[in-house]
């Protein structure tokens, strides 16, 4: 059974980080990307930055610069340290894994950017 396992997120003023981490616990048939999405309330959810197993990355254009993913190939951890947050950075984070056959969820995380 997979489960990923996300912490990190809490509310911080603008210009603050925090330090997101997700950890994928289970059965894969092999691993592709790892990465994380966001959803603010009434919008649509989007891709914030995503990781390849040989550490190839790709960021949403508003976050380059001040967000930077990382991972654990052994651990099966991503990581997403965010920097220079700003109040639009609020949303509710989720972890994501491209496994061969599927993808796979974590539970979300909010992330509350204000003063």
């Known amino acids: 059974q997979v489960q990923l396992v996300e912490s990190g997120g809490g509310l911080v003023q603008p210009g603050g980080s925090l330090r997101l981490s997700c950890a994928a616990s289970?059965?894969?048939?092999?691993?592709?990307?790892m990465g994380w999405y966001r959803q603010a309330p009434g919008k649509q959810r989007e891709l914030v930055a995503t990781i390849t197993s040989r550490g190839s990355t790709n960021y949403l254009d508003s976050v380059k610069g001040r967000f930077t993913s990382s991972r654990d190939n052994a651990k099966n951890t991503v990581y997403l340290q965010m920097n220079s947050l700003k109040p639009e950075d609020t949303a509710v984070y989720y972890c994501n894994v491209e496994d061969v056959n599927r993808s796979y969820w974590g539970q979300g995380t909010q992330v509350t950017v204000s003063s």
């Open positions: 289970g059965t894969f048939y092999s691993i592709n990307a």
